[in-house]
């Protein structure tokens, strides 16, 4: 199974600062074939399922406000929120697909300062 | 807009199998991938299995002895089996379809399903 951590387990940032979440996969998931790296992001709120926001590492998903950006490549990648807002606090959790059995990171939890 | 549903018991004695039905409206089953997916309370996300539309398949390792799903594409649904459940098993199950461009992360989810082993 492809390991994927997450850091730092949970942040405060003040609202309209930037938040990063970072994420590294025990392997490359970058697909030479197509030149995609196999990684998603979701954001979960209390009580509610995930809802995907970035995929191919850093397609955002239609709807999903342009202050959420995903980058990086092979095993290491970043959630960045531009421009944090009280709405975006949340669970964010990233996820590899490059294997047949997808797997998740533990999560980081976006608070506000 | 796509909707999902589960469905089943909300609470297992030890050793009992778990069955859930997924039932997607809103869109055909066909042309997707379709997983289960679960959320111990307090924790994180763990996949479970996919199946197609036409019935290929894949478990997780961890689960594989115990794991069962199928895809009923007259009834627009698919379900979960999971035998000889233990306390462990405790989580909230979604299911989630598979998107397009790979099958393997989610682009819709159901609200989930609290199933409780006691």
């Known amino acids: 199974d492809i390991v994927v951590t997450q850091s730092p387990d949970s942040l405060a940032v003040s609202l309209g600062e930037r938040a990063t979440i970072n994420c590294k996969s025990s392997q490359s998931v970058l697909y030479s074939s197509n030149n995609k790296n196999y990684l998603a992001w979701y954001q979960q709120k209390p009580g509610q399922p995930p809802k995907l926001l970035i995929y191919w590492a850093s397609t955002r998903e239609s709807g999903v406000p342009d202050r959420f950006s995903g980058s990086g490549s092979g095993t290491d990648f970043t959630l960045t929120i531009s421009s944090l807002q009280a709405e975006d606090v949340a669970v964010y959790y990233c996820q590899q697909y490059y294997s047949m059995s997808p797997t998740f990171g533990p999560g980081t939890k976006v608070d506000i300062k | 807009q796509v909707q999902l549903q589960e469905s089943g018991p909300g609470l297992l004695k030890p050793s009992e199998t778990l069955s859930l039905t997924c039932t997607v409206s809103?869109?055909?089953?066909?042309?997707?991938?379709w997983s289960w997916i679960r959320q111990p309370p307090g924790k994180g996300l763990e996949w479970i299995a996919y199946i197609s539309y036409s019935g290929s398949t894949n478990y997780n390792p961890s689960l594989k002895s115990r794991v069962s799903i199928s895809v009923d594409t007259s009834e627009n649904q698919f379900s979960l089996s999971l035998t000889s459940v233990t306390a462990a098993d405790t989580a909230v199950y979604y299911c989630a379809r598979g998107s397009s461009s790979s099958g393997r992360h989610f682009d819709y989810w159901g609200q989930g399903i609290l199933v409780t082993v006691s």
């Open positions: 809103g869109g055909s089953i066909s042309s997707y991938w």
